[in-house]
């Protein structure tokens, strides 16, 4: 089974500060990761996925996210946080051979304050 | 329109009401999801539809009733809800149901159970 640990369900920083989300998972196979975000009275939408190539993924809006296979992490940062960053992220991961079955973590608020 | 739409937006219904949600995607994927939301909890697979056919359903109960006529459209019909039912019920597609293709993620219907 997998699962999707995300550390603090809620994140404040300042605007043009470092914006780190944690994310660790489990799984017995290597994994396929997601980070989605949600905006207020949206559906989600991917910031970007880890799918076996280059362990450093970039995605839009200025996030990335570096696969950790030793720490089974996959951390989501953006090095400038903009007061449009606010909203709600998510991490997710499938298996390989598992098919598109998503396993999502229970969320990361993210506030930025001026 | 575009992407995937989803109506209602929002939802109030009583315990021995019946009503349907509609999902409509205009991406031309073969693979169609619903998920809900609750506060404080991760997303929920409910139900996974690949080229029409239901080919997964996480124990939901059965007053919980998908349909999917056609790769574009899919239904879930409510009745005899309860109070716990209350929620953000997410549709979403996806190119098919093999990792690791995004899932594109409608903006959700609120219900309310009353």
């Known amino acids: 089974a997998q699962s999707v640990t995300q550390l603090g369900s809620h994140v404040s920083v300042s605007e043009g500060a470092l914006v780190l989300l944690r994310c660790n998972y489990s799984s017995s196979v290597p994994p396929y990761l997601f980070w989605y975000v949600q905006y207020p009275n949206q559906g989600l939408q991917l910031l970007l996925k880890?799918?076996?190539?280059?362990?450093l993924v970039k995605g839009i809006n200025g996030f990335e996210a570096e696969f950790k296979k030793s720490e089974t992490s996959f951390h989501l940062t953006k090095p400038s946080a903009h007061m449009s960053d606010a909203a709600e992220y998510f991490c997710?991961?499938?298996?390989?051979?598992?098919?598109?079955?998503?396993?999502f973590g229970t969320g990361t608020q993210l506030k930025v304050e001026l | 329109e575009t992407g995937v739409t989803q109506t209602p937006r929002h939802l109030v219904m009583g315990m021995t009401n019946k009503k349907s949600l509609k999902c409509e995607q205009h991406?031309?994927?073969?693979?169609m999801y619903w998920y809900k939301q609750s506060a404080k909890k991760p997303l929920e697979l409910m139900f996974v539809?690949?080229?029409?056919?239901?080919?997964e359903n996480n124990s939901v109960p059965s007053r919980f009733s998908p349909e999917c006529p056609n790769s574009s459209h899919l239904f879930l019909h409510l009745h005899t809800l309860q109070p716990e039912d209350s929620a953000l019920y997410l549709c979403?597609?996806?190119?098919?149901?093999?990792?690791?293709?995004?899932?594109?993620f409608g903006p959700g219907t609120r219900l309310t159970v009353t």
């Open positions: 539809y690949s080229l029409e056919e239901r080919v």
């Open positions: 979403a597609s996806s190119q098919d149901r093999t990792a690791p293709y995004e899932q594109y």
């Open positions: 997710a991961v499938s298996r390989t051979g598992g098919g598109n079955k998503l396993t």
């Open positions: 880890y799918t076996s190539a280059a362990t």
């Open positions: 991406l031309g994927h073969n693979a």
